[in-house]
């Protein structure tokens, strides 16, 4: 589904990430762990080509191109820490430039307010007008009616209630049923054992862990990946 080969990414020449490989296969969910700084947020823009690539990534086997939208056309949709919802547009308005990608997407307004009730509720409000958990919720919601096949996730649940976490985490296991790949960026490591079957582990730019969830109980990942 989505594929790093020997990746490394910087910023005006300070090196972020080095020689990163990792795949996520269809339908998958995986944690990317670390502490701050490692460059999680990194690898998510990466994708992007946000900050200086190297290497290739590739989406369902062939390489992205340098058109920052052509992710998201290929099915690779990302919820960017900071939520970013556009305080001049309602709910709705917000919700439906997701539709923008062109894809053909199972996801339409009346899934996504089965999904998540309060976004129907305040439809018409403006998108800032929201808490900070329903303006979370708003930012999955445009990123899922553009139809993704892998649904990218950076820090969801940052500065949020624990009752809202686990909305959330209710909600991403309804979207996994779907089908639709999970990689989500998460200092919430319970949330990461409740979801994903795998974890990704950076540390310093470098990719210092690949294996089952369970593992992160082990004192020695801990460690080693510094949680």
Same mark, same amino acid.
């Given at each position: 589904?989505?594929?790093?080969?020997?990746?490394?990414?910087?910023?005006?020449?300070?090196?972020?990430?080095?020689?990163?490989?990792?795949?996520?296969?269809?339908?998958?969910?995986?944690?990317?762990?670390?502490?701050?700084?490692?460059? %999680?947020?990194?690898?998510?823009?990466?994708?992007?080509?946000?900050?200086?690539?190297?290497?290739?990534?590739?989406?369902?086997?062939?390489?992205?191109?340098?058109?920052?939208?052509?992710?998201?056309?290929?099915?690779?949709?990302?919820?960017?820490?900071?939520?970013?919802?556009?305080?001049?547009?309602?709910?709705?308005?917000?919700?439906?430039?997701?539709?923008?990608?062109?894809?053909?997407?199972?996801?339409?307004?009346?899934?996504?307010?089965?999904?998540?009730?309060?976004?129907?509720?305040?439809?018409?409000?403006?998108?800032?007008?929201?808490?900070?958990?329903?303006?979370?919720?708003?930012?999955?919601?445009?990123?899922?009616?553009?139809?993704?096949?892998?649904?990218?996730?950076?820090?969801?649940?940052?500065?949020?209630?624990?009752?809202?976490?686990?909305?959330?985490?209710?909600?991403?296991? %309804?979207?996994?049923?779907?089908?639709?790949?999970?990689?989500?960026?998460?200092?919430?490591?319970?949330?990461?054992?409740?979801?994903?079957?795998?974890?990704?582990?950076?540390?310093?730019?470098?990719?210092?862990?690949?294996?089952?969830?369970?593992?992160?109980?082990?004192?020695?990942?801990?460690?080693?990946?510094?949680?």
């Amino acid at each position: 589904m989505l594929e790093f080969r020997k990746i490394g990414a910087s910023y005006d020449g300070a090196v972020v990430l080095q020689d990163v490989s990792f795949a996520i296969e269809q339908g998958e969910t995986v944690g990317l762990v670390g502490r701050n700084g490692a460059g %999680k947020t990194t690898a998510l823009m990466s994708v992007y080509g946000v900050p200086d690539v190297t290497g290739h990534i590739l989406i369902d086997g062939r390489p992205i191109g340098r058109r920052s939208y052509e992710p998201t056309g290929r099915g690779v949709s990302l919820v960017p820490q900071g939520k970013r919802i556009y305080p001049n547009l309602t709910v709705e308005e917000n919700i439906m430039l997701g539709r923008a990608s062109g894809r053909e997407s199972h996801w339409n307004l009346a899934r996504i307010y089965e999904l998540f009730p309060n976004l129907e509720r305040g439809s018409n409000r403006m998108g800032t007008a929201l808490s900070g958990g329903e303006q979370q919720m708003l930012a999955i919601a445009r990123a899922l009616i553009s139809g993704p096949k892998l649904l990218m996730l950076d820090e969801p649940t940052e500065g949020l209630a624990p009752v809202i976490i686990d909305e959330l985490i209710s909600a991403f296991q %309804k979207i996994r049923e779907t089908g639709t790949a999970l990689l989500l960026v998460e200092q919430h490591i319970a949330m990461i054992q409740k979801l994903a079957s795998r974890y990704l582990a950076l540390r310093k730019g470098e990719l210092v862990g690949d294996g089952p969830v369970a593992d992160l109980d082990r004192r020695e990942v801990q460690e080693l990946i510094a949680l």
